[in-house]
């Protein structure tokens, strides 16, 4: 069937901010969509609060909202634009929540817009729980038993039928928030309670425990010819009972007979055809009981989703684009597979190799947190392997994931036991109770002789998996035998013995450890005994069509597939897997260099093994390459192609760790050099630089070890900020106050530090910060943005919401910090981008660090001022001026930027919210407006933040902050809203005059204290400066738990500030949606 | 581990480690692209004088069991796999994949780079091959090869037919109609689609005769699936032609194609042909997409028939060769793929209601 004709406008709701269960796929799904759709010629309004997505690049919609995607925004959106469809699928759950409620607002009516791909009641018979086991039971399909409850007493009847272990469902939330497995009744009590109030719909679905059963999910399409195909099987290496985004996942599927693979595809169609998904991609999830066989259907999500992106780059079959056209009208037959051209989409993709996600942590970010995993999701990021055989794809994956591991390393050596039976205890309790190094603790125990029967006892996991994990272990004892032999290194490793290492995933790394030879030694072995590495197609077919889309895997067999051409090549290193301080703005950026670089005619080829990514879309570059970022496989990648230039300045830290590799190679890093890059992050020779500029500096020194460390220290002072050199997004930075805690943090810094000096700052309290990203082709140096940091130093850059342009800073300050920036610019000869921050103090500017690199806030000043940053620095990079290219004047908008950060913190309950100097958020989103006021009040909105406009303000700070949060809280009374202080507090504030406030107890002075008042909802706002350097555990308790109960709960006096700005604003006057096209044609 | 090669007839070579049985395997080389479903493959008569490759690198992880095998033994001349598992993983599973194939003395090779060997055969077409553990010299391996005869021209369903008629032990229940199947290498899941559908059915041999089957007095006739060249089988043909418009003719496979030359019309042989779980086939009267199983070398060619009433009912969307004909007189109808699935999707199972529908409109006739 045709496309429709009816529609013309559709409107599209993006996620929002990245948050753990909603990253950058969704980015990947809606910048397809918008593309798919703007193709065929509709247009595209779109609503996405995340200023770091390529969908929201003005170019991708022809209505771009920058706006938080909230119910009351989006229909104010419709009210503008009068779309004539919505398309809610793409958005992840936030999408599809948001698009519910505008629908039962009666807003979708009142305007007339379809809803295209679901609708409303398709979404609620796959959400709501209850719906879904009828729908599912009216087909004759299998359910775990469950009963649905509404209150605590209902619950305990339904468990008393149920039994224990029981699972708890909060129905209508995200990534299973609140959800959890309770194996008794204190544990069963906390999590009814804690899903009835994440629930939107204050509902909990308790239900019988498959733990430990096979979990398997089918990415399923239709048409609206009721044509559906299955694109992807695939099967969790960890059984159910862990989160499928905190799983292992294989696809395709390994274990399962045709017969039961094909009575699972019978299940998922009849499924969705009962659902009603009536075009569009969505995801079915089945759990088996490895005993019986028995199968039982988990869940189904009317949307694409985090495994559909998965499937999209483990099939080549690009979902969401697809889902798009389906959604106005075509069938699948119509539509053509981009990968071989020739053949149509209404297909199921045969796959030839393996494919292995494995999710990337980062619990050492948050100290207190529970690495166990469960049913609510924690992981950040993922990455993906593809190999020929499980093996080579499962090593393949653990070394892409970056957490200095090669393979499937050992773990138990890094940790001392006093006794075996205490080595033993450690393991077995690492096996049973899923966590982030379950694999490595498996690997370990078969190194320990444990039986694969009783890990399979421990762990439920698949005993094909633990075969295949043996048979790796068992190679690598084979590699230590030879290892072990005298001789020489090429004796001990012949060519057969390198050539089946290498099949099996070993890196070169792992095998310079074995043979206690240096990593380039091997590597050149590798290449003297011809041991080659071979290229395969990711082709959606096995080889049964020729494929036309360049999309490659490294395996070592004996035919390589790689076309390498003589086109003048440009090779994009991206940021491998998400985590905290390197995420979706670096992908970002590797984004638009390629798109910038195909403009000038170069072959562009991506390296990056992020599934979730725009970057490891095929249709972005000419090229891709599905590979680990580590040196090895991205030499191997060179040696084939054999670019002429190689970028490395914008996925962030991973790719610039291997820069000097790369330059020791001969390879041709474009843009700033390696030099330059090496000056600003070298201490010694960047002080000098400074120097020589006569720019100040906080008093600083470096270190390696605790004493040099001590005399830095006393030399410039206490309290001092330290860190670790060459990490990104403040891993392991501390402030330190005293002696005492310095060793501590010493020991930490060095450990992530690793070769590199420690470097040991002067901390300046109270300063103001300042980011400035800047674009320089060694001629022409413009400022792309400065912005001013809403919180004051010492909170991570990453966590800090900001301003664009500054609010507070005088134009004196400004224009000094626009003459430093040029002049290091200069100085450093950057060609490309370069990112800066400063410290205000005292009408004082400090230099604080220097990145001659794309920043994260590169995105968020593209969109403020409406120049696409990212993609003019890689036309410098490949030699272009910045006066061709037109771009020669810093733009100041008269409209105002905010962007604020989402952090995961309900994700980790117990967890400090207290933000430092080590990065904790995931997300970011940008709230634009007129002035500062209303940005910030629709950058907090954006966030999640709900500011209130009446109630009552819990106040509790510090004294040095005592004096300021005078003024605050007479706005705020003025503005009606009730007073509540702790005792100290309420003693600054009476002496300054406000009488009118009520006085709480602290946690631990009395009942009923402000938890209490917390827990009954009398407290809207909070406002709580910690007290000191280590916080109080009262405090602590207070925040987490205005966490869990979204209270908004502020941190610093100028958050305080801004906050108070932003509710009189709300107070004075409805918010107004306006389009980034609106605001960059006004500039 | 034992050492085993692979050698095509234009020269092709990879090494491997043999499994299952020792010795040498000749046949036609093809590559399957399915992801799951071995053990059918293994069983399905279709394949004999057929070494097949696998095109999913990991074959043999859940085993082999009772329930799922084709035929009563496997056929395959040979097999071909990047990875055999050692171990096998399924409630289900009896047996692993090396001991089956040891135990059916099938010679099978794995460890060599099978989508090299699949890009090669879709390139130059399906070709001759051998695998062998025992002689490793290519020349003597290629003498081999070139002494086997090509799959064009192979009457190869006497082999694997059944010798003497035989009913299907069907479920309990009263069925609706008499089926007589014409055994050319049947797959034991057409049979049991049959027995769901309502139908007892007489499996007869390859060679029976028209007038023998009319002796039943069956409801309908099934025509199997089955190896080799459909050109050659004339007494087939023959007795099929004495058939059409007496009984209501369901075909499949080889089935399809005999039908094609019941009815004048012309087979030719596929470059690689199609063997797989993926292949779309528009059903041209509903216009909607089955997703099917596939597993064949020749096609009919729709442009051989001179009879203006044959029609084209499905189609493959991939290659747009013949997947289905009907008559607008007589009643029958085929298809080349397979709705019996096993392995591969039950998208196509409507077909057997088809039949039944038919049937029952020609008994009221």
Known sequence: MPKRKDIKKIMIIGSGPIIISQACEFDYSGTQACKALREEGYKVVLVNSNPATIMTDPQFADSTYIEPVTPEVVEKIIAKERPDALLPTLGGQTGLNVAIAVAKKGVLKKYGVEMIGADRRTIEKAEDRDLFKKAMQKIGLDLPCSINVRSMNEAKKAVATLGLPIVIRPSFTLGGTGGGIAFNMQEFEDLVSRGLEYSMIHEVLLEESVLGWKEFELEVMRDRRDNVVIICSIENFDPMGVHTGDSITVAPAQTLTDAEYQNMRDAAIKAIREIGVDTGGCNVQFAINPKDGRMVMIEINPRVSRSSALASKATGFPIAKIAAKLAVGYTLDEIPNDITKETPASFEPAIDYCVIKIPRFTFEKFPGADPTLGTSMKSVGEAMAIGRTFKEALQKGLRSLEIKRFGLDPIIGEIDFDTSEHLMEHLVKKLRSPNDARIFYIGDAIRLGVSLDQIHQWTSIDKWFLQNIKEIVDFEAVLKKAAAVSGGLKERLPKKLMQEAKEMGFSDKQLSIFFGASEDSICELRKAHGVETTYKLVDTCAAEFEARTPYYYSTYESEDESRPSDNKKVMILGGGPNRIGQGIEFDYCCVHASFALKELGFETIMVNCNPETVSTDYDTSDKLYFEPMTKEDVLNIIDKEKPWGVIVQLGGQTPLNLTLALKKAGVNIIGTSPESIDAAEDREKFKALLDKLKLRQPPNGTARTFEDAKSVASRIGYPVLVRPSYVLGGRAMEIVYDEDTLERFILEASRVSGEHPILIDKFLEDAIEVDVDMIADGETFVIGGILEHIEEAGIHSGDSAMVLPPYSLSEEIINKIREATAAMARELKVVGLMNVQYAVRDNKVYVLEVNPRASRTVPFVSKAIGVPLAKLAAKVMAGQKLKDLGFTKERVPEYSSVKESVFPFNRFPGVDIMLGPEMKSTGEVMGIDDDFGRAYMKSQLAAGQILPTKGNVFVSVRDKDKRSIVFIVKRLIDMGFGVIATEGTARALKKSGIGKLETVHKVYEDRPNILDFLTDGKISLIINTPSGRIPREDEIKIRSTAIMRCVPCITTISGAQASVNAIEVLLKKDLDVKPLQAYHNTK | ?365
């Open chain 2, 1 to 365: 581990m034992k050492k085993a090669i692979l050698l095509l007839e234009d020269g092709f070579m990879l090494e491997g480690n043999g499994f299952g049985a020792d010795g040498e395997a000749l046949g036609e080389v093809v590559f399957n692209t399915s992801m799951t479903g071995y053990q059918e493959i293994l069983t399905d008569p279709s394949y004999r004088g057929q070494i097949v490759a696998m095109t999913y690198p990991l074959i043999g992880n859940y085993g082999v069991n009772k329930e799922d095998v084709e035929s009563a033994r496997p056929w395959a001349d040979g097999f071909i796999v990047k990875e055999c598992s050692r171990v096998y993983s399924n409630w289900r599973g009896t047996d692993s994949l090396e001991d089956y194939l040891e135990k059916n003395k099938i010679v099978a090779i794995e460890g060599l780079d099978t989508r090299a060997l699949t890009r090669r055969l879709r390139q130059q077409g399906a070709m001759r091959g051998i695998i062998s553990t025992k002689d490793m010299d290519k020349e003597s391996l290629l003498k081999k090869v070139l002494g086997y005869p090509v799959m064009a021209g192979r009457d190869l369903i006497k082999e694997v037919a059944c010798k003497e008629p035989y009913d299907w032990p069907g479920s309990a229940g009263k069925k609706e109609f008499s089926v007589v199947c014409f055994d050319y290498g049947v797959k034991f899941n057409s049979l049991r689609l049959l027995d769901i559908a309502g139908c007892r059915v007489k499996v007869v041999p390859a060679v029976t005769s028209a007038k023998e089957v009319l002796g039943y007095k069956p409801d309908g006739v099934f025509l199997s699936n089955g190896p080799g060249d459909p050109a050659v089988l004339t007494y087939a043909i023959k007795e099929i032609r004495e058939l059409l418009g007496k009984v209501p003719i369901f075909g499949i496979c080889l089935g399809h194609q005999l039908l094609g030359h019941a009815l004048g019309g012309k087979t030719y042989k596929l470059k690689f042909g199609h063997h797989g779980g993926n292949h779309p086939v528009m059903d041209l009267e509903t216009k909607k997409v089955e997703i099917t199983s596939q597993n064949h070398g020749f096609c009919v060619d729709m442009d051989s028939f001179t009879d203006k009433d044959v029609i084209l009912t499905h189609v493959n969307l991939y290659d747009k060769t013949t997947e289905g004909l009907r008559h607008k007189k007589l009643p029958f109808f085929c298809v080349q793929y397979h709705p019996e699935a096993g392995p591969g999707p039950h998208d196509s199972g409507y077909l057997f209601g088809r039949f039944m529908d038919m049937m029952r409109k020609f008994k009221r006739r």
